[in-house]
């Protein structure tokens, strides 16, 4: 996924998994310039939301392996990576990321709505469970968005 790439990336070049939230900022806005400052900083809030990196101090912290990442030669993030998902658009990758076809999937997910009458994010949460997908943190999002 780009978002993971574009995470690993000032990691990678620094031989760590863990930086000084300014230290990635740069890596990502002045070093590969993919990014100002602003959206390197918002990529942050992006991949922490994510489960990808968490924030100790005025620190980032790479909550995988940043060395097992594969980066392309000629990669270069597109700007939709700044963009949160719902919890929906995470538990759909994760079933299309997993073999599933996507247009096979909303329908199955919308089916599911339909006839169960719960959001589109406890549907697709159940849509993944009842094929094997582990959409685990999305699922716990959905549900915790039920409770508010």
């Known amino acids: 996924m780009s978002l993971d ?13 863990r930086m000084g939230e300014g230290e990635f900022v740069v890596a990502l806005s002045l070093d590969r ?6 959206q390197a900083k918002r990529l942050i809030d992006v ?11 005025d620190h980032v ?8 990442v594969s980066v392309p030669e000629d990669y270069e993030p ?7 998902q719902s919890s ?6 994760a079933l299309v990321a997993a073999g599933h076809d996507k247009q096979s ?21 159940l849509y993944a469970r009842r094929r094997g997908v582990d959409v685990g943190d999305a699922a ?4 915790d968005e039920l409770g508010r």
């Open 105 to 125: 999937a909303v329908a199955g997910v919308n089916d599911l709505q339909r006839r169960l009458g719960v959001s589109v994010e406890a549907a697709a949460a």
């Open 33 to 38: 310039d993919w990014f100002s400052p602003d």
């Open 140 to 143: 716990r999002t959905a549900r």
């Open 47 to 57: 991949a922490t939301g994510r489960g990808l990196l968490s924030r100790e101090d």
């Open 78 to 84: 597109d700007q939709s990576i700044l963009r949160e």
């Open 5 to 17: 790439v574009a995470v690993a990336v000032p990691f990678k070049q620094r031989g760590t998994d």
């Open 88 to 93: 929906f658009e995470r538990m759909l990758d």
């Open 61 to 68: 912290v790479a909550a995988f392996d940043p060395a097992a």
